[in-house]
Each structure stands twice: as structure tokens, then as C-alpha cells.
């Protein structure tokens, strides 16, 4: 890595003086102390270390030293006020520790347990890289609304942790003890949206309860007031913005919708973006401030049909599948999970991809259109075709940070045995790996499965950069169990093989329906073997991974993935509901409805 740290904000560089905080402490400053703590881990949490030198290795043990005892002494007091802030930053402290030669706080907790009044302090020091194990529902026998907080910050940094079985396995447990006594949901859309790379069988249940809880604390009390217009559909989204994998598959399909339907846009206001206004009769923003949303666009409305393209991935738009804003509510793949549980009626998916089970893996009523069930739109990038590095041979993996788990990191180990040549994997991490100091601790727990030299983490790139980074590869491989849509459609843009592993969700059936539409099936894996045996071919045989690049080179994309003859039985499916959603509600089956491409 060329820079020692990512800079989030233009935050002084950090400075710590160990007397500073004694002095505060001896004179009983207990209000003083908590502010320059708190203002020193905030350092951690705006700037994320991608390489340590020696001297600011030495410098962060000390700071955890100074730290964790001045936090545990019994006669330190954490004012109410300051509560809140130190359970956010229980994720920080965490990796902060991490990166230390200290590990984790399990010393500091056994301290702890000896002392009264030391539940905040417990609470903050507590996370999933603690190998001490406390029931969390005595957590919340003594303090509903402390360990509401501690239980909602927890999984702010799932993504990070799912790549050490430990750490996982923790996120699994902290997930099957959810409390029905839960007050708040602060930040909640990161335990929900992390559920299903968590716990894939398990988010089911876990997202019921959620839903139950937004419901319950959020909008239980919000009146909507419908005047449905027969042409009027809203789309509501978090992802209306051209680089963003969601509109990548989901655009056509709305601009189809726009050709015959008066189609409006809600969107969340993100900083540094504007949403793609084109095409929309009116675009209204949906605000979140101090965890309130302003409803106000939407309290009285005229849609018939409320689409939402990426539900799971906002804050803001689980709390709206929550409510019944329209007649009609319907889902797409932006995020391909159910949401198990809100107020969506149907989930439009594909009778291509999807298995004969699906519809188990669905709360929302399938409704199954014969392509993939998204649409393609050729990235924003000119192959260059550059010939891959051979010394190491380095192979592509466009996997987010949540994607990266330890069976995965078990066949990439596998892969580099049998290879009996130096791999270097290039694991694409997105911005999850190093936001608050997630990424060495994530460096370490792959290195665990990886020498140090056989992987390179690449943090958050713009499109261009990525792609220019991903051409040095000889071929990619894709995730497994969740795997990658537009991630596979950029190694074939680019002419790199991708391996697939195919299983029974659509989230790790995608890939492999896109290497069959361009006539590649022969890369598409339906078992570890399997995956690790075309994986070796590709690395060892140069004549056959350079005639697959060569073929890929030649082909017809354009043809064969970047036409959109989905959007027009898309548009049939909306044309569907809307003339048959009543006698579907009074129906009882719950079998997929095919819609025919002919109408």
C-alpha cells in the first residue's frame, strides 16, 4: 500500500499526550476526560491506517494502554450525556485494539466484572472480537434503552467481521439473542441489511423481528393518506445515481415504465451526488434529520404502485417498506433478498435464474419474468484489453467486504496449494473494509487463510481506476454463497474468464445465467471441487485462459448483455398487477406468476 492512512475528513493530525489525560484523571475531571477521549478515539473513526510504521504502531499501544486503564478504573465516572457517544464508538475501540499488540478488551472486561457500576463501561469494551461471552438478555434485564444502543451499534462493522469464523460466528450469536425488549433502532439498516451475509439461513427470522420493530417504534403512529391515480407509480430509492450498481441493472427497467406510466422519483439526498432525474414527472427528496424522516412528500399521495428497486440497502427505505403508501408494493433485485416480513406485496424476479424452490426464500409473492430479471447497461469504461501479470499470476476477486467469508478463504487457500506457483488474489473490498479502522484488522483475518504475499486488499476506487485495476488480472473468480451481477458483467467487458459457483438463491445464481448467455458455461462451478479445479485450469493452462479471453474479446456484448429486451415484459408485469392485484390479495395461493414475454 502506498499511503499510511485514508483520510476521511482534514482532521489535525493525531496527537496524544498520556499526562494530559493522568492530569484530568488524579484532579477528577471525569467531564474533561471523557471529551479529550472522546475526541482522540473520533481520530480512529475519520482516519483509517492502511499500514502501520513503527512508530505509530508504538503509538497506538500506548493510547490503548492509557486508554483501556483510565476506562476501567472503579472512580471514573461517565456522565449521561456522554453515554451515547462511547456505545457508538464500540466498533472503533474494537479495531482500535485490534491493531494493537493488546488484541482485544477481554482483560479490561474481566477488570470490569469485579466492579460495581460497570455497565456502560462493560457495554463499550464488549464486541464480537471478545472471546468473553455475556448473555445479552441480562444486558437488557438491567438497562432496555443501554442495551438497545450497545445491541443497534454492534453491528455497525459486520462487514469486517465476516471474514474470521470467530468474529462471524459472534455476529451469528449476537443475532440469534435479539431481544423483543429492543426501544431503539439507531442505525438499524446495518443489522439488516448484514443479516443475510451473516447468517444466510438465519436472516429470515432476524428481519421478521426487525420489521416487527420498525413497525412498533417507528411507524406505528403514521397515517398515509392514498388517492391512487390509476398511471401513477413512484419509484423510491437510495440508488438513483448512475454509478451505482443498482441503477446498472434497474434503469430500463423504469425508463420503460416512463414511456406509459406518469412515474415519480422519491430519493434520499446523499452528499457529493444528484439522483437521475430524467424521465420523471416530479422528483421529491425523502430528508432523514436527527433519526426522523420528513415524510411530508409522501403523508398524501396518488401513487397506485410504489417500486422500490434497493430495498435493504437505506436506512430510510426499510423504514418506508413499512408502511402502505400505495395499493401496490412491489421490489426489485437491487438488493436480492426478500425483506422477510414488511408491507411489499410482490418481488419481481426471474424465472430464469431463480430455482424451481424459490418462492421459500421469499416473503414477497414472486412475480417472474423470463430473462434475468434485470437489465444490463454497458459500463462507462474502454477495455484496453492489457495482457495480465504473470509474476505472481494475479487473479481478480471484485468481492465487497461482506462477501469475504472463511469458506471462501479456505478455497482460495486450496487454489494456492494445488496451484504449486506464486497467485497474488486481488480482493476488491469496497469502502466497508476501511472505514474506521476495519481494514488491517480484515488484512490480519484473511492472512490468517493467505501468506501476506498472496493478497493485496484494494480499498474503494472510482469506476475507471477499478476496472484499469482489475485489467491486470488473468482471470476473476466470483463470490460464494452471495455472489456478483455487475462484477461478472465487468470481467467479461473487460475479457477475463470469471469462475462462478452456482447454488440456489439468485444472489449466487446471477453469474452463472450471465456466463450462459454468452455461452460460457463451462466456467460455471456447482461445488467447492469444481470451483477450485476450473480455477486451476485457467492458472495453469495459458493457451486455454488466453483463447477464453480471445473469445471474449471477440464477442457481441452489445447483443448479447447490453440490449434490454426485459423492460417491455417488465412493464407487462406492472400492466398485471394493476389490473389483477385485488383478486390476487383475495387469492390464497402463493406460487410464482409467470409473465409471458408475448403478454
Not at 461517565?78 to 464508538?89: K, W, Y
Not at 494493537?100 to 456502560?120: A, K, M
Not at 434485564?141 to 438497545?148: M, T
Not at 434497474?250 to 434520499?268: D, G, I, W
Request: proline share 7%.
Amino acid at each position: 500500500m502506498s499511503l499510511p492512512t485514508l483520510e476521511k475528513t482534514a482532521e489535525p493530525q493525531w496527537q496524544f499526550n498520556p499526562h494530559t489525560l493522568l492530569d484530568l484523571y488524579r484532579q477528577h475531571q471525569w467531564d474533561a476526560l471523557s471529551e479529550v477521549l472522546l475526541k482522540l478515539l473520533a481520530h480512529f473513526e475519520q482516519v483509517t491506517y492502511l499500514q502501520l510504521t513503527p512508530p505509530q504502531q508504538y503509538a497506538i499501544n500506548a493510547f490503548v494502554k492509557h486508554f483501556l486503564y483510565i476506562f476501567t478504573q472503579p472512580d471514573y465516572i461517565i456522565s449521561d450525556r456522554h453515554v451515547p457517544e462511547f456505545l457508538r464508538l464500540n466498533g472503533v475501540i474494537a479495531n482500535l485494539v485490534a491493531i494493537s499488540h493488546f488484541g482485544t478488551t477481554d482483560p479490561w472486561l474481566l477488570l470490569l466484572e469485579q466492579q460495581p457500576s460497570n455497565f456502560v463501561k462493560l457495554l463499550t469494551l464488549y464486541s464480537a472480537r471478545n472471546r468473553r461471552s455475556y448473555p445479552i438478555n441480562k444486558f437488557f434485564d438491567l438497562s432496555p434503552r443501554l442495551a438497545s444502543l450497545w445491541y443497534c451499534y454492534c453491528f455497525r462493522h459486520y462487514a469486517a467481521l465476516c471474514a474470521n469464523p470467530y468474529t462471524k460466528q459472534r455476529l451469528r450469536d449476537f443475532m440469534a439473542a435479539f431481544d423483543e425488549r429492543l426501544d431503539t433502532l439507531v442505525e438499524f439498516h446495518y443489522m439488516n441489511f448484514g443479516a443475510t451475509y451473516i447468517d444466510g439461513e438465519g436472516d429470515r427470522a432476524f428481519k421478521a423481528k426487525l420489521n416487527r420493530k420498525v413497525r412498533e417504534l417507528i411507524t406505528r403512529n403514521i397515517q398515509i393518506h392514498n388517492q391512487p391515480k390509476p398511471r401513477r407509480i413512484g419509484v423510491i430509492s437510495g440508488r438513483w445515481f448512475p454509478s451505482t450498481s443498482v441503477y446498472r441493472i434497474l434503469q430500463p427497467f423504469v425508463k420503460a415504465l416512463q414511456e406509459t406510466y406518469e412515474v415519480v422519483l422519491y430519493y434520499f439526498p446523499r452528499k457529493g451526488v444528484t439522483p437521475d432525474s430524467s424521465g420523471f414527472v416530479a422528483t421529491y427528496p425523502i430528508t432523514l434529520s436527527d433519526g426522523q424522516l420528513d415524510l411530508s412528500p409522501l403523508i398524501e399521495n396518488d401513487l397506485m404502485v410504489a417500486y422500490y428497486p434497493d430495498i435493504g440497502m437505506d436506512l430510510e427505505n426499510i423504514i418506508l417498506s413499512n408502511l402502505r403508501l400505495a395499493p401496490i408494493q412491489v421490489m426489485g433485485y437491487g438488493h436480492p433478498v426478500s425483506t422477510f416480513g414488511s408491507e411489499i406485496d410482490y418481488f419481481i424476479g426471474s424465472a430464469a435464474v431463480e430455482p424451481a424452490t424459490a418462492a421459500q426464500h421469499y416473503n414477497e409473492r414472486l412475480i417472474l419474468l423470463p430473462g434475468l430479471g434485470q437489465s444490463c447497461i454497458r459500463p462507462p469504461y474502454q477495455p484496453q484489453y492489457l495482457p495480465p501479470a504473470t509474476d505472481p499470476l494475479v487473479i481478480n476477486c471484485s468481492w465487497y467486504a461482506q462477501k469475504v467469508n472463511p469458506h471462501l478463504l479456505q478455497l482460495l487457500r486450496w487454489i494456492l496449494n494445488e496451484s504449486q506457483q506464486p497467485l497474488r488474489f486481488q480482493i476488491f473490498a469496497g469502502s466497508a473494509a476501511v472505514t474506521a479502522n476495519d481494514f488491517l484488522p480484515f488484512l490480519r483475518d484473511i492472512q490468517q487463510f493467505l501468506p501476506p504475499q498472496s493478497v493485496q486488499i484494494i480499498a474503494y476506487k472510482p469506476y475507471a481506476e477499478y476496472m484499469a485495476l482489475m485489467e491486470r488480472g488473468a482471470f476473476a473468480l466470483d463470490p460464494y454463497p452471495f455472489g456478483g451481477g455487475n462484477t461478472v458483467v465487468d470481467s467479461l467487458l473487460i475479457g477475463k474468464p470469471i469462475v462462478t459457483y452456482e447454488g440456489q438463491r439468485w444472489y449466487n445464481r446471477i453469474g452463472s445465467a450471465l456466463l450462459r448467455q454468452v455461452g460460457l458455461e463451462e466456467l460455471v462451478a456447482t461445488s467447492d471441487r469444481e470451483y477450485v479445479q476450473k480455477a486451476l485450469r485457467l492458472i495453469k493452462d495459458a493457451d486455454y485462459r488466453q483463447s477464453l479471453s480471445q473469445q471474449l474479446q471477440q464477442m457481441d456484448l452489445d447483443r448479447l448483455l447490453f440490449q434490454s429486451p426485459e423492460k417491455e415484459v417488465f412493464r407487462q408485469a406492472i400492466d398485471y398487477l394493476i389490473a389483477n392485484h385485488e383478486a390476487l390479495q383475495h387469492s390464497p395461493a402463493r406460487d410464482p406468476i409467470l409473465i409471458s414475454a408475448n403478454g
